[in-house]
């Protein structure tokens, strides 16, 4: 590899990491004040600072499933997954010594949370399966709630999936394709993309 080339390489590497960092810290943003204490009535002990983790959990879960889903490069993934451990790493709210149990905590809301988004022919809608998610998470495994409380908690997590998806554009843009080409050509051919710079 020519020193232009890994000087490239490695400014690209550079660029792709900041932006990763960019789009973890949205992910970081605390719950609102109303949110957690709506979800801390689903606590058996009204546990607010429970409820706020969960939200806290949700948001990152669903900002690293997102950025799976939606980016436009492949790699986009795996640095934000790195972002985030990072961010994690220097979160003041995880106490000394509880990183690897806040890690777990977060790994098992992954699994939940990207089990919820990919099971397919149900007659639930995915909004309803991601608020029981994270009602089962805050409630310690209840299994009947009000269908005002999903709806709720749909609408919740539908938001902060809105949001991430917003961040991630914002953060590494978006495809841009000539009018007369179809984006799955595009995707098959291997034209979509990170923005250049």
Same mark, same amino acid.
């Given at each position: 590899m020519s020193p232009i080339s890994f000087w490239r390489r490695w400014r690209d590497e550079q660029t792709q990491r900041r932006r990763a960092a960019l789009y973890v810290a949205t992910l970081g943003r605390e719950p609102d004040a109303a949110d957690v204490s709506w979800l801390? #009535?689903?606590?058996?002990?009204?546990?607010?600072?429970?409820?706020?983790?969960?939200?806290?959990? #949700?948001?990152?879960?669903? @900002?690293?499933?997102?950025a799976e889903r939606d980016a436009l490069d492949d790699r986009t993934a795996s640095l934000v997954g790195r972002a985030l451990a990072n961010a994690m790493r220097a979160d003041h709210n995880i106490a000394p010594g509880k990183l690897a149990v806040a890690e777990q905590q977060l790994n098992?809301?992954?699994a939940a949370?990207?089990?919820?988004?990919?099971?397919? @022919?149900?007659?639930?809608? *995915?909004? &309803?399966?991601?608020?029981?998610?994270? /009602?089962?998470?805050?409630?310690?495994?209840?299994?009947?709630?009000?269908?005002? #409380?999903?709806?709720? @908690? @749909?609408? /919740?997590?539908?938001?902060?999936? &809105?949001?991430a998806n917003e961040s991630l554009r914002t953060s590494f843009g978006?495809? *841009?394709?000539?009018?007369?080409?179809?984006?799955? *050509? #595009?995707?098959?051919?291997?034209? /979509?993309?990170p923005p250049p710079g």
């Open positions: 801390s #009535a689903h606590d058996p002990a009204r546990d607010t600072d429970h409820a706020r983790w969960e939200l806290r959990y #949700a948001r990152r879960a669903l @900002g690293l499933l997102v098992a809301r992954l949370y990207g089990d919820a988004l990919r099971r397919r @022919g149900e007659e639930e809608a *995915t909004s &309803a399966r991601l608020a029981r998610t994270l /009602l089962d998470f805050v409630s310690r495994g209840r299994t009947a709630y009000e269908p005002a #409380a999903i709806a709720h @908690g @749909g609408e /919740l997590l539908a938001g902060y999936i &809105a949001e978006v495809a *841009t394709l000539p009018e007369d080409v179809r984006p799955s *050509t #595009a995707a098959a051919a291997g034209g /979509l993309g």
